[in-house]
């Protein structure tokens, strides 16, 4: 099993964290780092092991077919990794092709 993350998910933990800091929810840029960083490795690894379920109509902008899994980080966020699974060459893949917490979208889930 692998986990793939597209570039533009890449591209949104940069963008994340620099917003993470100058909005002043983390006092030092190496904590922004360090959260997404984690957040990052928790998908990487674990998405596979995690409940998935089917997402709703809403996030097909993001590609057809796609689930998702929860990831919480604290009391008050819960990131959502949305994805595609398939099969190539015998090998199970999981591509994720969008990335959100609740703040921003679960009014939609």
Not at 15 to 26: A, G, R, T, V
Not at 41 to 48: Q, T
């Amino acid at each position: 099993m692998k986990v793939l993350l597209l570039p533009e998910v890449r591209e949104y933990f940069k963008e994340l964290q620099i917003i993470l800091y100058e909005k002043c929810y983390f006092g030092f840029e190496d904590a922004a780092q360090k959260y997404t960083d984690e957040l990052i490795d928790d998908i990487e690894n674990n998405l596979p092991m995690k409940t998935h379920k089917p997402a709703p109509a809403y996030f097909n902008k993001y590609g057809k077919g796609l689930y998702y899994a929860v990831f919480p980080k604290n009391k008050h966020t819960q990131w959502y990794a949305f994805f595609r699974i398939y099969r190539k060459d015998g090998e199970l893949y999981y591509q994720v092709r969008y990335i959100a917490n609740n703040h921003t979208v679960a009014q939609y889930l």
